[in-house]
């Protein structure tokens, strides 16, 4: 009897080695997607590479997700959505102009799904098309809050969102939020 049951142990695969029990949702599989976009681009985003990843099998992506394009079309949703609601939510509070405008800047740079998004748009039109709406909409908001200070001239509001998506990039020993708010400074004496 305990020589079968010896065996039997000895059989099984360590646990180490063998895949989670646990249920993963579309949610978990969404999380984990950005995760993966942030650390190694769009190809980490497909079935195999984000099974291995959340250690699990294949079937579990496959339960949650009927292909590939459909798992990227959840996360842009999941990003489209969660961006519109942000933009939403900043009109309804009634701090001053600039606090607000810093506070939008400091979220913006402080998402680190924003690269990443930016950079798979450079190469497939669904996450450009989704991209475009939502930078659309941060425009409107950001005229909205220099219309505050005097400054109607859209040229700005572009300017400004383009700092945002740029300081990123910069790789020199630079803090992105200090430069932003050197930048506000700037618009509050021109107005």
């Known amino acids: 009897m305990l020589k079968g049951a010896l065996l039997q142990c000895a059989l099984l695969p360590?646990?180490?080695l063998r895949m989670s029990n646990t249920r993963l949702s579309p949610e978990k599989w969404i999380t984990a997607g950005f995760d993966a976009l942030i650390a190694d681009g769009p190809i980490a985003l497909a079935a195999e590479p984000m099974a291995r990843r959340l250690k699990t099998t294949k079937g579990s992506f496959y339960w949650h997700f009927k292909d590939v394009p459909a798992y990227h079309a959840?996360?842009?949703?999941?990003?489209h959505a969660a961006a519109l609601a942000d933009v939403m939510s900043r009109l309804e509070i009634k701090d001053a102009a600039e606090k607000r405008l810093r506070a939008f800047g400091r979220h913006i740079l402080n998402t680190k799904s924003e690269a990443a998004l930016r950079v798979w748009a450079q190469t497939d039109t669904i996450v450009a098309a989704s991209m475009a709406e939502v930078d659309a909409e941060r425009l409107t908001y950001l005229q909205h809050l220099l219309n505050h200070f005097g400054l109607r001239n859209p040229a700005f509001a572009q300017a400004?969102?383009?700092?945002?998506?740029?300081?990123?990039?910069?790789?020199?020993?630079?803090?992105?939020?200090?430069?932003?708010?050197?930048?506000?400074?700037?618009?509050?004496?021109?107005?």
């Open 14 to 16: 360590s646990t180490s």
């Open 74 to 79: 959840a996360l842009v949703r999941h990003w």
């Open 160 to 191: 400004i969102l383009a700092t945002l998506i740029g300081l990123p990039e910069i790789k020199a020993p630079s803090d992105p939020a200090a430069a932003f708010d050197a930048m506000v400074d700037t618009i509050l004496a021109l107005s």
